[in-house]
């Protein structure tokens, strides 16, 4: 017969295995360069504003998008994101949004990011409109992005902040 202390440690453990199991994975087939890059934005030119983020991913298996979340946003908010083929040799950073300036043929073809499946094969840019919502400098230190693969579920964060300001940047 099964104590009270092993029923309430049998409990907590399957909880614990439980939650453990609905979290996303950080260790997924998409992964994003570490480096602390941060880009700047005069609100007056940039607002709303295209922030790209390569998509580099070759796995053997798609991934379908799920979501996409600002990190530690300030005075910024997240409208949409979208997924827009590229060439290797010329990927988005920082844009007008719509992005057609630098990009107006591959635009037309872009689709919005939730539920979009990556193929394995071909170049492609996350396209995140932000916009800035307050007075002063708007902040935004990377995004996350949550994708499954296959039946898994895994998240990544962007190294990428943006910056936009009043004035102009330095």
């Not at 409990?11 to 998409?30: E, H, I, K, Q, R």
Request: glycine letters at 6%; hydrophobic letters at 40%.
């Amino acid at each position: 017969m099964m104590t009270a202390v092993l029923r309430r440690s049998a409990l907590a453990a399957m909880v614990t295995l439980a939650l453990t199991a609905c979290a996303p994975a950080s260790d997924g087939p998409l992964q994003f360069t570490s480096s602390e890059d941060q880009v700047c934005a005069p609100r007056a030119d940039y607002n709303p504003a295209a922030l790209g983020t390569a998509l580099e991913y070759t796995g053997p298996d798609a991934i379908t998008i799920e979501s996409v979340e600002p990190v530690h946003p300030t005075g910024l908010k997240l409208l949409d994101s979208y997924v827009m083929p590229v060439t290797p040799e010329l990927r988005l950073m920082l844009d007008k949004f719509p992005p057609t300036d630098q990009f107006p043929d591959a635009w037309l073809e872009a689709k919005p990011a939730g539920a979009f499946t990556v193929p394995t094969s071909g170049s492609f840019d996350l396209i995140t409109e932000v916009e800035a919502t307050g007075e002063g400098d708007s902040l935004l230190d990377g995004l996350t992005v949550v994708y499954t693969v296959g039946d898994r579920t895994y998240e990544a964060t962007t190294h990428l902040s943006l910056r936009i300001v009043d004035g102009t940047c330095n």
